[in-house]
């Protein structure tokens, strides 16, 4: 039998864990979340030692160099910027590198929206410089205003107005009896991604399209323009990828990292490239445009804040629309910084953010940017003082976010084996603003990061940030079950994540836990995109004092201490279960609406409802009858979320009797081997073969919509058949994603098991 005593090693403080258990340590605290109660009070300390050294005026110092001249993927200040940052990593004690991958980014060669009749106008698309803007005037180093990633082309058509551009604004079309085959379309920026609209437009027939911000949600109907005010100016224009979402990164080199000798794709064969050309213009521009349209008035919905009418077309507006590109190979900047583990050198705990902007980008990036800077000079003072975190901690600032998270996608897939078997998650940030906090990501961190929240103070209100949170959640909640659920959950729900940021190849791609964290809610101000991103808008307009820039710091960097400092990875199982739960009835109501939608739309085809409603003056058609969903068999996934639940609860009794009667140290073989099977659950919801027809994409849980971009589409290999009525394709799929949750849940009673077993050795040892 094995001896009582154990020995003696760095895991004994696996004596007195809790995982969210009641037990208080012995200065009347809660054990932090992950740690004992001996390990506690010293983290504790160290993380307020780590809060206070966060100094405001070096957040404004660094977005004022990194921002100080346009930075996009391939220019002269990305580069100067990454190796600024690398001299900074190693002044503060960081082993640093720059990694660089060859990436396709295409340039604006020639960009032409003209209308051609009935009268004759050329959009300017040209952001003009603002003389109290000392940065809006360096035009020879700025991108032009365009859309990366749209097919060169030369197409005179018909234009025609389609609101935001989704497909429920097509549906909408077909019953106005307006097609855009062989037309131009325009559509204003916003409900979804900008590059689903070119997406959407070519599936329909459409030859062209061209993506306006219209003021009502981008400009003087949400407040003074620039620079009286903080909103969108009338010749302003939001630049931006419309790289299709079949997979993130270099177009070239999917599921490879974009190496001098990676084989590429042609151009031709890159599935991520728009088939019609498209480009962005302000609302100066758009105004002429629409104001040339005849044809039927807009749905109500449709209208924005312009001084027109708003009409769909055809007619008489033709418009000709030329876009030509360099199709270049570019090299992007990956700075890679990294602090040692003293204990655990082999387990990573990754932060990162882009530094790359489409022009100065102050907002987008520099403002998350600048915390990762700031985070890492703090703890390089406390490296510098004696402290060593026990696990691995690497900082990182991405290159080539913003055209198609180039340098994280491509560093991801370069070392992706050695990310799978030794990172613990990975914590993100991009933009950040002035308001509340926000956290979205994984959920196995759902519970960490509500206590990392709780110990962050608002920097304007005299309560916590995740105080404040919950509170604005309640003022927004619709209804009382919404309310109820704010108030006595344990821990407020993270959101689910998508593909809006560097987050996704790890998530996604490798299976790694992941966080997006920021700020904001109370900005008076939107220059996304635009010349007009820079230090002089941010600082009299966003976060003019930097106070919760001060707060991102102090958040993602304590998340950041706390998983490299934990003695059990602080993994918690049961908000995870509860989520995916969410999920399956998310997709039972889902049917269930589009069964009763299309039945009384049918029953109401039979009674002439839509005949007897149709003004004879008006063209409209009645919308087809559509077969009657079928019903889908739920019941494997609701059986694997079953088991998920009982795994969930299995974990946090495991660890609570652990904690509780343990009666002496465990060996560090024990925590070493619960750590790398925690580590190995989240990975267990990737499948080799990944979503269907979008096999880069491996999670089973969480993806991006093929129509959604950069919002979350959880469960996306179901529910993308469901939203695209391919009833029997949805069904199919139900199994092998049962099977996923159900190996998750076999992985997580691993984990469990370990810990019954030493519980067991105790009692048969006292």
Request: aromatic fraction near 10%; charge should be negative; glycine fraction near 8%.
């Amino acid at each position: 039998m094995r001896p009582v005593r154990f020995v003696l090693s760095c895991a004994f403080l696996l004596l007195t864990i809790t995982l969210g258990q009641s037990q208080e340590s012995s200065s009347g605290q809660m054990p932090i979340f992950g740690f004992s109660s001996a390990s506690s009070q010293p983290e504790r300390e160290l993380e307020k030692q780590f809060q206070d050294g966060i100094l405001k005026d070096n957040l404004r110092e660094s977005m004022r160099r990194l921002s100080a001249r346009p930075h996009h993927v391939g220019s002269p200040y990305d580069k100067d910027n990454a190796e600024w940052m690398l001299g900074k990593f190693k002044e503060w004690g960081f082993d640093a590198q720059i990694e660089t991958f060859q990436v396709l980014f295409p340039t604006p060669k020639e960009r032409v929206v003209e209308l051609v009749s009935p009268t004759r106008f050329r959009a300017k698309m040209q952001e003009p410089v603002i003389n109290s803007d000392p940065t809006s005037n360096q035009a020879s180093e700025q991108l032009p205003t365009y859309n990366a990633y749209s097919v060169d082309g030369d197409v005179t058509a018909p234009l025609i107005y389609v609101n935001y551009g989704n497909r429920e604004d097509y549906e909408e079309l077909d019953r106005l009896g307006v097609s855009v085959k062989g037309a131009i379309v325009i559509a204003r920026y916003g409900s979804a991604w900008r590059g689903i609209k070119p997406k959407v437009a070519a599936e329909h027939g459409a030859i062209g399209c061209i993506i306006y911000s219209d003021p009502q949600g981008d400009g003087y109907f949400n407040g003074g323009e620039y620079p009286d005010g903080g909103w969108r100016p009338k010749d302003g224009v939001q630049r931006g990828s419309v790289m299709d979402t079949d997979y993130p990164g270099d177009p070239l080199t999917p599921g490879v990292a974009a190496t001098p000798d990676a084989k590429r794709l042609t151009i031709q064969e890159a599935r991520t490239i728009t088939k019609i050309p498209v480009l962005p213009i302000s609302y100066a521009d758009a105004l002429p445009l629409l104001s040339a349209l005849r044809g039927p008035v807009a749905p109500e919905k449709w209208r924005g804040a312009l001084p027109l009418t708003y009409r769909l077309g055809p007619g008489p507006a033709r418009v000709h629309l030329k876009v030509s590109s360099n199709w270049d190979t570019k090299p992007v900047y990956d700075v890679i910084a990294k602090m040692p583990g003293a204990s655990h050198p082999e387990q990573w705990v990754i932060r990162g953010n882009h530094h790359d902007a489409w022009v100065n980008g102050a907002d987008d990036p520099i403002s998350g940017m600048v915390a990762v800077l700031e985070e890492a000079r703090t703890l390089g003072e406390l490296h510098k003082k004696g402290w060593n975190p026990k696990r691995t901690i690497i900082y990182c600032a991405w290159d080539g976010e913003e055209p198609g998270l180039l340098g994280s996608t491509e560093w991801v897939e370069a070392h992706m084996a050695d990310l799978q078997e030794h990172a613990v998650a990975y914590i993100n940030s991009d933009s950040n603003g002035r308001g509340y906090w926000r956290a979205s990501g994984s959920h196995d961190l759902e519970k960490f990061i509500n206590d990392v929240a709780r110990e962050i103070r608002d920097p304007e209100k005299d309560l916590t940030v995740w105080k404040r949170a919950q509170l604005s959640k309640i003022s927004h909640a619709t209804n009382t079950e919404d309310r109820d659920e704010l108030r006595k959950r344990a821990d407020l729900r993270i959101g689910s994540l998508g593909d809006g940021s560097d987050y996704t190849a790890f998530l996604d791609h490798a299976g790694i836990s992941a966080l997006n964290l920021g700020y904001g809610g109370e900005d008076e101000a939107d220059q996304y995109h635009s010349i007009y991103d820079d230090f002089y808008w941010y600082t009299h307009f966003v976060d003019t004092d930097f106070s919760y820039g001060r707060a991102l710091a102090q958040t993602a960097g304590t998340a950041v201490l706390r998983l490299a400092n934990a003695d059990l990875i602080p993994f918690e199982y049961k908000g995870l279960a509860d989520t995916v739960s969410k999920y399956v009835t998310e997709l039972e109501k889902l049917l269930k609406t589009k069964q009763d939608e299309i039945a009384e739309r049918n029953l109401e085809l039979k009674e002439g409802v839509f005949a007897a409603t149709a003004d004879p003056r008006k063209t409209s058609v009645p919308p087809p009858a559509e077969e009657q969903p079928p019903f889908l068999n739920f019941a494997p996934l609701k059986n694997a979320v079953d088991a998920l639940k009982k795994s969930a609860d299995r974990y946090g009794t495991a660890v609570g009797k652990f904690q509780k009667d343990a009666a002496s140290e465990p060996p560090a073989e024990l925590v070493n081997s619960l750590n790398l099977n925690l580590l190995r659950v989240q990975r267990t919801f990737l499948t080799e073969k990944g979503l269907p027809e979008r096999p880069w994409f491996k999670h089973q849980v969480y993806a991006p919509g093929a129509y959604t971009g950069y919002g979350a589409k959880p469960i996306a290999a179901v529910r993308e058949y469901m939203d695209q009525k391919k009833w029997q394709e949805a069904e199919a799929q139900v199994p092998a994603v049962a099977k996923v949750i159900e190996d998750v849940a076999a992985a997580i009673d691993k984990v469990s098991a370990q810990l019954e077993h030493t519980q067991s050795a105790e009692v048969k040892n006292p």
